[in-house]
């Protein structure tokens, strides 16, 4: 297969859907020679800040000299943004030749009725190509939960970070930030070193504390208390433990990442100066990230409460003003509680719809939004809804495109 057939064969196992579980992703990788057995890893799960606390460590590992690979999702832009190999997208030709190696196992284990979903392929193409890369480390992002997501498959992390938990996918995780944090913590193994902050609520810190000690783990609890020396919409120069970083990223729930993947940092013996660099040199597709000026343009993927109230906040610090939000959302998120924490703010809402089966329709959303800016309309495409928005946006007004990372594929993608 070439590279589009690989992402269209990918995305074929959409069809399987999520079903937590390893056995299958273990029957997979026992055909493959176990890739994930030979490659080190550090480990991120969390409900929030995942994607930036991940790419931060990688960043670092790399300014050391690491080869290190990186695994993250969803992507934004580019399909491949999901393998990245120091810093840069998995070559796509690399990728067709693990994907095809990959498929022809899947067919053999359907011939015996054993069904691979769409992530656990990709998470066993991810390990073959990291392997083939020979990368020295691998920053793992858990895809959903932890206890049974398929990138738990892995033994003996060189590091786990617990990043934010709030409540979401309720639906499968647990209906109490208890049972959620329960799930996410089931990546700790035995005698891990383990990173999260202080300023986990106190249920999610609990069970991550019980879950140590019955673990035997190393437990470091950050304690994001920072001297801010300049604060902006386009960044933050802050001093933490003496030491003075500068990060293009925004809002206090990014100090709190950075300082989780400081103290992950220094768990692998990475020096400060790595460190530093790693840090400065980390951006975030579509994390609260300004991609234009007169107008200002801000996008930010998420769908959760955590997400809105981060947002939230950051509009309101940065005193953003005149807001024209554009907006697209899954229809199994808590839809409600982030367009209630965000319209308010704006003077006038598009609804769109994403290109993804779970996608809420842009007139139920527009239903909802409505209740909070009466400016509100709806268009179903995205790419319409963002020219729309820009034409009616003046060069004082402030453009926001929030929500769903499909959306911002469907507007920014190739």
């Not at 069809?15 to 890739?35: Q, T, V």
């Not at 990186?70 to 994907?99: H, M, W």
């Amino acid at each position: 297969m070439n590279f589009n057939e690989s992402v269209e064969y990918i995305h074929s196992l959409l069809a399987f859907g999520i079903k937590p579980g390893l056995e299958r992703i273990s029957m997979l990788l026992d055909l493959l020679d176990n890739p994930q057995d030979k490659l080190q890893f550090v480990h991120i799960a969390g409900t929030n800040g995942k994607g930036s606390t991940s790419t931060m460590i990688s960043n670092m590992l790399i300014a050391s000299g690491k080869k290190t690979g990186l695994f993250t999702s969803p992507y934004v832009i580019d399909f491949c943004e999901r393998f990245q190999i120091d810093g840069k997208n998995i070559d796509k030709d690399i990728f067709a030749e693990c994907v095809t190696e990959v498929r022809e196992k899947i067919e053999e284990l359907n011939k015996k009725g054993i069904i691979i979903t769409e992530f656990e392929a990709i998470t066993v193409s991810a390990f073959l190509c990291f392997l083939k890369a020979k990368c020295e480390y691998v920053v793992l992002e858990v895809g959903l939960g932890g206890r049974f997501d398929a990138t738990n498959v892995i033994k003996n992390p060189k590091a786990v970070v617990i990043t934010s938990i709030s409540l979401d996918h309720i639906a499968i995780l647990g209906d109490t930030i208890e049972k959620i944090a329960f799930e996410k913590c089931g990546i700790i193994k035995e005698k891990s070193c383990v990173i999260t902050s202080s300023n986990q609520c106190d249920d999610a810190l609990k069970v991550i504390k019980e879950t140590c000690e019955n673990k035997n783990c190393n437990l470091f609890i950050t304690n994001p208390q920072t001297e801010i020396f300049d604060d902006s919409i386009f960044g933050t120069v802050f001093a933490y433990n003496n030491n003075v970083y500068k990060t293009k990223l925004t809002g206090n729930h990014q100090i709190e990442n950075t300082v989780n993947a400081i103290e992950c940092a220094k768990v692998l013996g990475l020096n400060e100066i790595a460190i530093a660099q790693g840090i400065e040199n980390t951006r975030m597709i579509a994390r609260m990230e300004v991609i234009g000026e007169n107008p200002l343009i801000i996008r930010d993927g998420g769908h959760n409460e955590g997400c809105a109230n981060a947002l939230y906040n950051f509009l309101t610090k940065y005193k953003v003003e005149n807001i024209n939000m554009l907006i697209g959302l899954m229809a199994d998120k808590d839809c409600e509680s982030y367009v209630g924490k965000i319209a308010p703010l704006c003077k006038s809402v598009v609804t769109v719809t994403p290109s993804n089966p779970r996608a809420l329709d842009s007139e139920k959303l527009k239903e909802i939004a409505e209740k909070y800016c009466k400016n509100t309309i709806s268009i179903n495409s995205p790419k319409d809804g963002y020219k729309y928005i820009f034409s009616n946006t003046k060069k004082d007004e402030t453009i926001l495109v929030c929500g769903s990372f499909y959306m911002m594929s469907d507007i920014f993608g190739e």
